[in-house]
């Protein structure tokens, strides 16, 4: 009798938390059939005729499907290069922000010294200083550096501008991390430099994930700072050439090379959200536990 009761109980329970949620998960089916609907319409647009696309009979695929769209925006709307423009943007920004905030992290994070909050607090306040207002020093300073219109100049100010981001988020995990490991490292003749790279980082390791795929996709994503510094078609990402691309649509009519290009320009960072979210959470969740 007493183990029906507890049934009851735990039953009730169960249909008191459905239906106490019932609101949330409503809202994220409407959510997620709108953005189903939405890429499905994006991608049958990609694969239609401009003709089709002006009557709104793209899902009728009346003249069959035009594959032909994707090699002609790949190709002759230069889609080829704006994407590998923002793969060397990407992944060498993300090497190097990992390569100065992880260290940065770890000693601000393990060491107590004097100016150690001062320096937490700078990187505080240099994530909230937006883009725009730095723009003009950083132009006029790359102007005088002779670094404007170059590959090189995007790549630093990608880095740059992700570092105070990526810093204060790597500082809880390390800050989490069991001082032990640091302590059996030393008795082992390890100096801290090497008790870092060898030990310390591998441990951050669902923090450098997260943090370098959001990297990635900021970079993968940048408008602004494209806009400003990538002075010919030659540095252009694929925010900026897709702009360039829309343009370019008002005299062409191309709209399902357009849409060709929207797909192949959204396929890296749907694969990294489809491949990577486990780690995404893992990673955000690891840094609130301490060790």
């Given at each position: 009798?007493k ?54 009979t793209?899902?009728?695929f ?46 601000l ?29 950083l ?142 959470i ?10």
């Open positions: 009798m183990k029906n009761n507890e049934y009851k109980d735990v039953a009730r329970a169960r249909r008191k938390r459905a239906t106490k949620n019932f609101g949330t998960y409503l809202i994220l089916g409407i959510w997620v059939l709108f953005t189903a609907i939405l890429l499905g319409w994006i991608l049958a647009a990609s694969l239609s005729t401009s003709r089709e696309i002006y009557t709104g793209v899902l009728q009346k003249t069959g499907l035009h594959f032909s769209n994707y090699a002609d925006a790949w190709k002759t709307q230069n889609v080829s290069r704006f994407f590998m423009n923002s793969l060397l943007y990407s992944v060498t920004a993300v090497i190097g922000i990992q390569l100065i905030s992880a260290p940065a992290a770890y000693v994070s393990r060491f107590k010294f004097m100016g150690n909050k001062l320096l937490r607090n700078c990187f505080i306040c240099a994530m909230s200083i937006p883009a725009i207002m730095v723009v003009l020093p132009f006029s300073l790359a102007s005088q550096a002779h670094l404007t219109g170059t590959r090189t100049l995007l790549i630093i100010l990608y880095i740059c501008l992700n570092v105070p981001f990526t810093t204060t988020f790597l500082l809880n995990f390390f800050s989490s991390l069991s001082k032990t490991y640091e302590e059996a490292a030393a008795l082992d003749g390890c100096s801290p430099m090497r008790t870092f790279w060898v030990i310390m980082l591998p441990l951050a390791q669902p923090g450098l994930v997260t943090v370098g795929i959001f990297n990635f996709l900021a970079v993968w994503n940048e408008y602004f700072l494209a806009m400003i510094f990538a002075s010919s078609d030659k540095l252009l990402n694929v925010g900026m050439g897709l702009f360039r691309m829309v343009q370019a649509m008002q005299t062409t009519g191309n709209m399902g090379g357009l849409f060709a290009a929207v797909v192949i320009v959204f396929l890296p960072t749907f694969l990294l959200y489809v491949f990577m979210s486990e780690k995404i893992a990673g955000v969740t690891a840094g609130g536990v301490k060790g």
